[in-house]
Each structure stands twice: as structure tokens, then as C-alpha cells.
């Protein structure tokens, strides 16, 4: 039951700071340039105006405002003015680039949307070095993650994929990306803006029902959760946490078996104990392959699920004396059989 005297406005301004206070690192984390990314949009400003209302009294945040502009929507202008206006009113940097998505190098079968990501993200990185920054931080909200989540059951995704986004991972080398408003509701955000007398911009394409993610934001989830299943957001993003604790077990088991059961080559050659390994169930040793493509840094965006499911029957084979032909895998890596019960695998 509410406390008397405690607004609606104060409960979700709580809510906000909380949750961006319990998302950042214990220690450390003021003493360090960070990049947040604004594009002007409610979740990104209330990301920004709670950061600069928990940093530490007497200290100035020391945040540098990012914001891109992918050259798809005519307000861009007015976006990035609006950016500048609101950092100034806080005493914050900017740094504004036009990265159209029209431009540049592209990815076979990589839609709009992907493509802005990654340049934003490459962006990002990039602008986080020169700062000398550790910690880039997004607005991602617990609605994106339920969109997220549904937009990965619709297209077929494995555990690791209904996991949804991660509250934090590596970006690039020496930086953090982080993502503290998970946990918090859009109508929140909202709210916490409101009682700060702070506006926002709005995107059109967010309703735009021709992108993936506008149609489930816009058509699927509120008919649903207006229907038989208004607490569809929070089942959502509960299953991710469940999806996220078995994937987490599922990586860390592949690892321990990596370690145990593999050897390094001074030409950067990795040889696979498929005697051993070729014991275990051909998804978990999927698993173990996909957690050797990630150590060694060997390119993933064209190893799909089948090429580590096709590489774990390799082993299986191999491991039950079998002999398999020397595989040619995406991103140049190659597969051969070293000698009974052994694989390599190098990428040339």
C-alpha cells in the first residue's frame, strides 16, 4: 500500500534512480569518462537524467552525451539540436556523428535495423577509446526486452537466444556496454520525465509496423496484454531470466569441458579430444564449439547452429573412430582429423 503523502510521480522517480543506481558498477565507476548514448527519445533522456541525479554528491558526472543520426527520418536535425540543448542545460559534452546507413560497407541479408545497430554500436566503441571511457550505457527499457524476447521466438531462437539482451557485456576491448533501465517499465520512464518537466522526441518509426520490432511494439503486445494476457511483458522478460540462468549453466559447463579437453598449438591451432568429447550429447558439444569460436576471437556472424551441430558430429564420429572429411568452416576456419581421436581446427 502506498505511503500516504508519496505520489504516483515520486513512486516511478524512485524507481528510476533505483534502478539506475543498483545497475551500475560498485566501485569505480564515477572515477571514469562514460558514454551515454541519447537520441533524444524518453528512455535515452531519462537514462541521462537519472545518471546525472545519483552521481555522487559533489562530484561532476563525468559523461559524454552521444548521439548518432542514421540519415531515416527528417526530424534528425531537430533530434540532435534537442540532444544538445539538454546536455548543455546539465553541463555535459556532446559528440554527434551522421552515420547513415544508405552509406558504407554492408552484410549480406542484414536488414535496416541490424545495420544501424552495428554501425552505432562500432560508433560507440570508437568514441569510448578516445574518451578514455570504460562503460558505455543504452536506455534499453523491460518493454524492449520482452520485444526482444518475442522477436526471437517468432524467428526460431535457441536458449541463449530467449535470453534476451544481457544488462551488460563487452562492447569492444577495455569497454563495458551497459544497459540500466532492464528492469523498468516505458510508462516509468515516462512518468519519471514528467515530474521532471523534461520532453522528449518522439520516432515514428517506432510504430512503423513495415520494421519487426514497430509491429510487435505496436500491434502484438498491447492487443495482448489488453486481452487475455495483460502481464504478458513481465512473463516475457521472466522467462529471459530463467533462459539466462540455463544458459549461463549450459556456457559454463562448456567451458570447464574446453579447458579439459582441448590443446593449443603454437601456430594458434586448437586440438579437440573427440575421444572424450564424443561421449557427450551433440548439443552440449555445439555448445563447447560455439564457446571455442568466442575464445578465440574467430569470426561467428555466418557459424550458424547447424555448422556447430555439424561440427559436433564430427566429433562424436572421430571420438568413436570414425574418419570425417576435412571441413572448411565460415571465417576461413578449418577442421581436419590429427590423428585417432584428435581434431584441429586452425582458421588459415
Request: charged share 25%.
Amino acid at each position: 500500500m502506498p505511503v500516504m503523502g508519496d505520489s504516483p510521480d515520486r513512486r516511478h522517480g524512485d524507481t528510476v534512480l533505483e534502478a539506475v543506481s543498483g545497475a551500475l558498477p560498485r566501485s569505480g565507476f564515477w572515477e571514469w569518462p562514460a558514454v551515454v548514448a541519447v537520441s533524444g527519445g524518453a528512455d535515452s533522456m531519462a537514462l541521462l537524467l537519472a545518471l546525472a541525479a545519483v552521481a555522487p554528491g559533489g562530484k561532476r558526472p563525468r559523461l559524454l552525451v552521444a548521439h548518432a543520426d542514421h540519415g531515416l527520418r527528417p526530424e534528425a536535425a531537430a533530434d540532435r539540436a534537442f540532444v544538445e540543448a539538454a546536455a548543455e542545460r546539465l553541463g555535459l559534452p556532446v559528440r554527434a556523428v551522421r552515420l547513415p546507413v544508405a552509406a558504407g560497407d554492408g552484410v549480406r541479408g542484414e536488414g535496416i535495423e541490424a545495420r544501424a545497430r552495428r554501425m552505432r554500436y562500432d560508433w560507440l566503441g570508437r568514441a569510448a577509446h578516445e574518451e578514455g571511457a570504460r562503460h558505455v550505457l543504452v536506455g534499453h527499457t523491460g518493454d524492449d526486452q520482452a520485444e526482444t524476447i518475442l522477436h526471437r521466438i517468432l524467428r526460431g531462437t535457441g536458449v541463449a537466444g530467449l535470453s534476451g539482451m544481457k544488462p551488460a557485456r563487452r562492447l569492444v576491448d577495455g569497454v563495458s556496454l551497459l544497459r540500466p533501465l532492464l528492469g523498468v517499465r516505458r510508462g516509468d520512464l515516462r512518468a519519471f520525465l514528467d515530474a521532471r518537466g523534461q520532453s522528449w522526441r518522439e520516432d515514428a518509426t517506432n510504430a512503423d509496423p513495415r520494421f519487426a520490432r514497430s509491429f510487435l511494439r505496436a500491434e502484438i503486445l498491447p492487443r495482448v496484454e489488453a486481452h487475455a494476457w495483460p502481464g504478458a511483458t513481465g512473463a516475457l522478460r521472466r522467462l529471459g531470466a530463467r533462459a539466462a540462468e540455463v544458459s549461463s549453466a549450459i556456457a559454463s559447463a562448456a567451458a570447464h569441458l574446453l579447458d579439459r579437453h582441448s590443446t593449443r598449438e603454437p601456430d594458434g591451432g586448437v586440438v579437440l579430444d573427440a575421444g572424450s568429447l564424443g561421449t557427450l550429447d551433440r548439443h552440449l558439444l555445439a555448445e563447447i564449439c560455439a564457446e571455442l569460436w568466442r575464445r578465440e576471437g574467430w569470426p561467428c556472424r555466418d557459424m550458424t547452429a547447424r555448422h556447430y551441430l555439424v561440427l559436433a558430429d564430427a566429433i562424436v564420429a572421430v571420438g568413436r573412430g570414425g574418419v570425417v572429411a576435412e571441413a572448411c568452416l565460415p571465417g576461413g576456419v578449418r577442421a581436419r582429423i590429427m590423428s585417432p581421436g584428435k581434431i584441429r581446427l586452425r582458421r588459415e
